[in-house]
């Protein structure tokens, strides 16, 4: 079996490459390695790499011959430079997906799994956030984002490419990108404990967020993957059903806390019902944050 991984080289991307070379697959990467969030990017020596734009048709549709699986992990994918540069966002994210899809569906693709984000359900949706409740998209992240997961139903609808959209909230663990301001929460905080720095905080640290462990996102991706059913091109939420507000994630590793500047564009509180993917797909999230934070300070700190 063949699978191609768009984004291969960062943080989720690199653990499916990593998975699917444990499963015997033969791997293809796409991945422009252009994200300013990572300080390494990662390679799977059995995998074979193409540092390519995603965007781009004519130098990427040949990837796609022979290939069973794609998985669509490459996006700008932090919220802040999006609304420093939504011309990036939308290019990478709304036209990198529409070629991925494109390219899938000429080459004969067996399924497309794309990665989406949580952020699409905005402010005005009530928690536990479902895949029923309507787009609330507050940045060019979520807009870019979202827009992908219509092409990738549209794809399903009109051309019969199967495709399978996960929202994905607030994941943290192995190799999650630690550089600058605008990294994600976990990874930044514990960065910041290690070096004896403040923990940051936008104002007023009651914000709540449900902390997904990589591991959980890539076992949705595999199950998607294996698993038939009757809803492709629909939206499946993976987290965990439980939430934690940033005060509380710092106070697991710090008191030493510092609010900063606030942030626009983002959500008060995520909150995944996971009835959905639980009912299609047989998964449920089998890691939890504290449990992780503990473990990462007991190695920061021997």
Known sequence: MQALVTGGSGFIGSHIVDELVKRNFKVKVIDNESSQV?????????????????????????????????????????????????????????????????????????????????SGYGLKNIPPLSEDMPDDCLNPYSVSKVSGEKLCAMYTRLFGLKTVIFRYFNVYGPREPLKGPYAPIVGLFLRQFKSGDPLTIVPDGTQRRDFTHVDDVIKANMLAMETDHNHYGEVF?????????????????????????PRLGEAYITLASTEKTKKVFGWNPSKYIAEYVKTELEKIQK
Do not use: W
């Open 38 to 118: 990572h300080e390494n990017f990662y390679h799977n020596p059995q995998a074979t790499y193409y540092k390519l734009d995603i965007s781009d048709y004519e130098l990427t549709k040949h990837l796609y011959e022979n290939i069973d699986f794609v998985f669509h992990c490459a996006a700008e994918s932090r919220i802040q430079p999006t609304i420093l540069n939504p011309i990036l966002s939308i290019r990478t994210n709304t036209l990198g997906t529409g070629t991925v899809l494109q390219c899938s569906r000429e080459a004969g693709v067996k399924k497309v799994i794309y990665s989406s984000t949580s």
């Open 237 to 261: 939420n993976v987290g965990t059903g439980t939430n934690h507000s940033v005060l509380e994630l710092a106070n697991m590793i710090s008191n030493n806390i510092k609010m900063i500047e």
